[in-house]
Structure formats: C-alpha cells, structure tokens
C-alpha cells in the first residue's frame, strides 16, 4: 500500500475511532507532530494566500464545489 492510500485510511480512521484510541495513537506520535516546523518561505506563501482570501483578489470555491471537480476529473482519467 503505497503513503497516499495509508494517509486516507487513517485520516478515515481517526473520524470514527473511539476517545481512548484517539489519545493513544496521539502519544504514539506527539513528539513527532511538535517537531513539525515550517520553513519561513513556506509560512510566508500561507500569509500571502490568506491575505488574498480576504481581499478578495484570488477566486476560491466551496468545499462542495472542489468535491464536484475532482470527481469530474477522476471520471474523465478513467476514461
């Protein structure tokens, strides 16, 4: 099973698991996820995203919206 795929079965996982498994698997990576630090480039093009967002200068869609074009895009690659 390749990373993709492990991504979204415990991303799927982690919505329905009980309370106790939760904080367990959470312990099991804690120390990993307060490690997790982003470069200033990268925090930079969030803060220019963000500005646009609320300016309104960048066009954005619904969650629903993207939804409908990747399945779009999904059907059309099937084909």
């Known amino acids: 099973m390749n990373s993709a795929a492990i991504r979204q079965k415990l991303h799927n996982y982690l919505e329905v698991a009980n309370d106790k498994k939760i904080k367990a698997i959470y312990t099991m990576v804690e120390e990993a996820i307060e490690?997790?630090?982003?470069?200033?480039?990268?925090?930079?093009e969030?803060?220019?995203?963000?500005?646009?967002?609320?300016?309104?200068?960048?066009?954005?869609?619904?969650?629903?919206?993207?939804?409908?074009?990747?399945?779009k895009l999904l059907k059309s690659a099937r084909k």
Do not use: H, M, P
Request: net charge neutral.
């Open 35 to 44: 490690e997790v630090e982003y470069t200033d480039e990268f925090k930079a």
């Open 46 to 71: 969030l803060d220019r995203r963000y500005a646009a967002y609320k300016d309104g200068s960048e066009k954005t869609v619904t969650a629903s919206e993207s939804k409908k074009r990747i399945q």
